[in-house]
Nanobody, 121 residues
């Protein structure tokens, strides 16, 4: 089993910054892909950012140039630096990890509990 714990959410005024963290622990060898999703009230869940174990990254158009995803492989922790926040960035942010076992084969897909980000106008 793998446990993901998010932290770093909160209330911030528009234009402010937050850094979210997602720490993975449990039985796995490597994180293959880590995604950050968000869901605003009444809206569908949206993929915000992705990072692979080879440090490839991808972002939703709505956050390009403002958000940056990074990974500390030694700590099995992924970060989402969010700058120039807008009220429309408000939502519950959840991390999602695809992990590998020691044979470098897929070993599961796991979710964190989510952290609330609220951006006031």
């Amino acid at each position: 089993q793998v446990r993901l714990v998010e932290s770093g959410g909160g209330l911030v005024p528009a234009g402010g910054s937050l850094r979210l963290s997602c720490a993975a622990s449990g039985t796995f060898f490597k994180i293959d892909v880590m995604n950050w999703y968000r869901q605003a009230p009444g809206k569908q869940r949206e993929l915000v950012a992705t990072i692979t174990r080879t440090s490839g990254t991808n972002y939703a158009d709505s956050v390009k140039g403002r958000f940056a995803i990074s990974m500390n492989n030694a700590k099995n922790t992924v970060y989402l630096q969010m700058n120039s926040l807008k009220p429309e960035d408000t939502g519950v942010y959840s991390c999602n990890a695809h992990v590998l076992d020691t044979r470098m084969t897929p070993a599961g897909d796991y979710w964190g509990q989510g952290t609330q980000v609220t951006v006031s106008s």
